[in-house]
């Protein structure tokens, strides 16, 4: 379970994690994250996880297949982060 959430708030700060879940979902993010990266991970709810939950794969995946998932995560951050940016927010 990776907490998206606490992720965009560690990388761009807690001003952007309250825009991004003010004004996205959860599932936004992962809509977007399979369209733009071809990377596909299922919500995390019902899990009693994290508020912003993204579930990963454990069972049939290559190691180096973690490792871009972890650049696709990043990436697509970066960009809901310029996003926030050019709104002004």
Same mark, same amino acid.
């Given at each position: 379970?990776?907490?998206?959430?606490?992720?965009?708030?560690?990388?761009?700060?807690?001003?952007?994690?309250?825009? #991004?879940? &003010?004004? =996205?979902?959860?599932?936004?993010?992962?809509?977007?994250? +399979?369209? @733009?990266?071809?990377?596909?991970?299922?919500?995390?709810?019902?899990?009693?996880?994290?508020?912003?939950?993204?579930?990963?794969?454990?069972?049939?995946? #290559?190691? &180096?297949? =973690?490792?871009?998932?972890?650049?696709?995560?990043?990436? +697509?951050? @970066?960009?809901?982060?310029?996003?926030?940016?050019?709104?002004?927010?």
């Amino acid at each position: 379970m990776i907490d998206i959430g606490r992720m965009a708030e560690a990388r761009y700060g807690s001003k952007f994690s309250d825009y #991004m879940k &003010d004004t =996205y979902s959860p599932l936004d993010f992962l809509l977007y994250l +399979a369209d @733009t990266k071809k990377t596909v991970l299922l919500p995390g709810y019902g899990f009693a996880g994290p508020r912003w939950p993204a579930r990963v794969s454990l069972a049939n995946l #290559m190691d &180096d297949d =973690y490792t871009a998932i972890g650049i696709s995560i990043r990436e +697509a951050l @970066t960009a809901f982060h310029e996003s926030c940016q050019k709104s002004g927010k």
